[in-house]
């Protein structure tokens, strides 16, 4: 795996590296994506790329039992063990919130968020909610989700490490996660390296497309005309 260019795929937006991972043809193109039920809560902070470590949370279903594993240090080694690794690459934490209103989870809000970012985390990834929004600026952790909520109940950690959903976009442990305002994307890691040089090309391809359409006497008709 060359990390150097998993990590270069800041360079670009996620529908172009979407583009890119198209490009190779490893998959089909009708999955692998989140849609409108996942924002970017924290837009100001740009493009992010990083290796899936997951989790699924429950904070919404009542009671509040003792001892309910708590597997969150648990997952902070996970990313560290791969931040600080012999190839390190930097982490996407993908929570799958459950339960009984999966959108009211709150996943993280900024004492949680401080400790991924110094485990190694870029960004985190739900379909559940945060709070402490300016906290989390701050920390700073870019944040995908549902949306805002200023609440939870008792945080059950599920399970970590295996494969979770998140609005209907499938991510393994390990898989590479871009994600920006348009919304998140996940690349096999064993083919994540290759998606740069088709981004790439997905580039250059546009940039000329474009140039051609912005030659003096270009019409629509013409095009049209050659296109058909």
Not at 13 to 21: E, K, Q, R
Not at 49 to 68: F, I
Not at 74 to 101: H, N, Y
Request: charged share 20%; glycine share 10%.
């Amino acid at each position: 795996m060359n990390t150097d260019k998993i990590t270069r795929l800041t360079e670009f937006d996620t529908p172009t590296v979407s583009n890119g991972l198209g490009k190779l043809d490893i998959k089909d193109k009708s999955y692998g994506y989140t849609g409108p039920e996942v924002r970017y809560l924290t837009p100001e902070f740009g493009i992010k790329v990083g290796v899936a470590v997951t989790a699924r949370l429950d904070t919404t279903s009542p009671g509040n039992e003792p001892n309910v594993g708590n597997q969150f240090f648990e997952w902070l080694q996970t990313m560290l063990d791969i931040s600080k690794g012999a190839s390190p690459l930097p982490v996407f934490a993908v929570i799958e919130s459950v339960g009984l209103r999966p959108k009211y989870t709150v996943t993280i809000g900024d004492i949680m968020a401080t400790q991924m970012m110094n485990a190694g985390a870029v960004g985190c990834l739900t379909n559940g909610s945060v709070r402490d929004v300016e906290g989390l600026r701050g920390v700073p952790m870019p944040c995908w989700g549902a949306g805002l909520s200023p609440m939870h109940g008792q945080m059950r950690w599920l399970d970590i490490n295996g494969p979770v959903v998140v609005d209907g976009m499938t991510v393994n442990f390990g898989d590479i996660i871009h994600a920006d305002e348009n919304g998140a994307i996940v690349l096999p890691a064993q083919f994540a390296d290759q998606v740069y040089d088709k981004a790439v090309m997905v580039v250059d391809e546009e940039k000329a497309k474009l140039a051609a359409m912005n030659v003096a006497g270009w019409t629509i008709e013409e095009h049209l005309a050659k296109n058909r």
